[in-house]
């Protein structure tokens, strides 16, 4: 069953209007898989416990976003920096039919852009669960995307 980005998007104080408005994507399905994309990467990365934690500070529709397609056995990823991060978002976006990042460029600037936005609703920097290195070089990256 795919999720209804449309009735999300109505849903979730904005959160997918907003990337969608500042990536100048035409569609809510499109911004709502790179939502995706960018969650599940960081799902991947984290502990069960952590994955917890994050959902409970998540609007309640970015919820779904966040535990679709969820394998529970699955092997940690180490995003130790920015690039790591990145090159991962793009390798599951690859995983899938329909790929919603194009090149890497693009492809960071899409992610950078999703997390600041997402950064508003939840304060994701704020979790302890980033390396040092991968948080710094995001809050700088994200600042420098506005």
Same mark, same amino acid.
């Given at each position: 069953m795919d999720i209804n980005y449309d +009735?999300?998007?109505?849903n979730d104080n904005s959160c997918i209007d907003n990337i969608k408005q500042e990536l100048n994507i035409d569609?809510?399905? +499109?911004?709502?898989?790179l939502v995706g994309r960018v969650?599940?990467?960081?799902r991947d990365s984290l502990t069960y416990s952590q994955s917890a934690e994050l959902i409970q500070k998540l609007p309640d529709d970015l919820k779904i976003i966040y535990v679709s397609d969820w394998k529970l056995n699955h092997r940690q990823l180490r995003?130790?920096?920015?690039?790591?991060l990145v090159e991962e978002v793009i390798k599951n976006d690859q995983r899938h039919a329909q790929q919603v990042l194009h090149g890497e460029v693009s492809a960071l600037y899409a992610i950078l852009i999703t997390l600041?936005?997402?950064n508003r609703y939840v304060?994701?920097?704020a979790f302890d669960f980033f390396n040092y290195s991968l948080k710094r070089e995001l809050a700088e990256a994200m600042t420098e995307a506005a």
């Open positions: +009735k999300l998007a109505t569609c809510n399905y +499109k911004a709502g898989k969650l599940h990467t960081i995003l130790k920096h920015l690039d790591n600041k936005i997402l304060d994701i920097l």
